[in-house]
């Protein structure tokens, strides 16, 4: 079974995958994997539990990011520009985890900055988490001049 690492917090194996933290929400993985369950309770009410944690749960069939058997979402993520190289986090999910299996580093380098939950206000998050949005709608988004 694959896992997404942008996954739902309310499967029975939802798992969190890291915390999003600091100013800029970088996800902070844990070294293991807590089950969603254990932390629900924690979440003060009214707070979408994908706003401040990241989950992993089954990468399903009936999502609607999937392109055939492939993920569309980490798809679109790897045409977004390359962060500076660095380390690649270490992560509980890799062995099982779908991004890891269809894009490698180029997920795992860009998966820290991946928002599950999308500001209302963030144009380029909704874009990227929008399954009808191609790669050629992100890269001339991109070479679009700011407003
Ligand atoms: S860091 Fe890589 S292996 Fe870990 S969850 Fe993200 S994409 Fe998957």
């Known amino acids: 079974m694959e896992w997404c690492p942008s996954g739902a917090p309310d499967r029975p194996e ?4 890291g915390v999003r933290s600091g100013e800029d929400g970088r996800v902070a993985y844990l070294a293991d994997p807590l089950p969603a369950a254990e932390v629900a309770g ?3 009410e009214g707070i979408p539990p994908t ?9 399903v069939s ?7 058997t492939a993920c569309g979402l980490i798809d679109r ?14 992560c509980h999910l890799r062995a099982h985890c779908k991004w890891w299996r ?16 999308t500001p209302p206000d963030d144009t380029l998050t909704a874009l990227v988490a929008d399954p009808a949005t191609t790669r050629e709608q992100l890269a001339a988004h991109l070479a679009a ?3």
């Open 14 to 17: 939802s798992v969190v995958l």
């Open 42 to 44: 924690m979440i003060p």
């Open 51 to 59: 706003r401040i944690l990241r989950f992993a749960s089954h990468c």
């Open 62 to 68: 009936e999502c609607a990011n999937r392109v055939g």
């Open 77 to 90: 993520v790897t045409a977004l520009p390359a962060p500076a190289a660095g380390a690649v986090p270490r």
């Open 102 to 117: 269809q894009s490698g580093l180029a997920a795992c380098h860009r998966c820290p900055a991946v928002a599950t939950a």
């Open 145 to 147: 001049p700011a407003d």
